[in-house]
Nanobody, 123 residues
Framework: QVQLVESGGGSVQAGGSLRLSCAAS?????MGWFRQAPGKEREPVAT???????GYTDSVKGRFTISRDNAKNTLSLQMNSLNPEDTAMYYC????????????????????WGQGSQVTVSS
């Protein structure tokens, strides 16, 4: 069982920046950030394997940067140029290597989840 503890998030005006961090209690091959806005389904935002393979949803490419420290089992998400459409609860997630995805993490099924951090962007 891997536990995930998130920090960061908050409220910012459009165009601003926020940073999310996640500390895991153990190693997992895949780690990622997901978000869920009110009335919408949860969606992947960015994922990263321990080998450095990264995936982003199209709407955040060029604005968000995911990074991880394998030695410390931590994951971060730097969010720049935020807009109101980025408002959501953001979740850190992690899971083991999945042969079905060929080692990719963006389409993986995630087993462990953090408690969520609210990100609110005002116009």
């Amino acid at each position: 069982q891997v536990q995930l503890v998130e920090s960061g998030g908050g409220s910012v005006q459009a165009g601003g920046s926020l940073r999310l961090s996640c500390a895991a209690s153990g190693y997992t091959y895949c780690m990622g950030w997901f978000r869920q806005a009110p009335g919408k389904e949860r969606e992947p935002v960015a994922t990263m394997s321990s080998r450095g393979r990264i995936g982003y949803t199209d709407s955040v490419k060029g604005r968000f940067t995911i990074s991880r420290d394998n030695a410390k089992n931590t994951l971060s998400l730097q969010m720049n140029s935020l807009n109101p459409e980025d408002t959501a609860m953001y979740y850190c997630a992690a899971t083991e290597f999945q042969r079905s995805t060929g080692g990719g993490c963006y389409g993986a099924s995630y087993k462990y989840w953090g408690q969520g951090s609210q990100v609110t962007v005002s116009s």
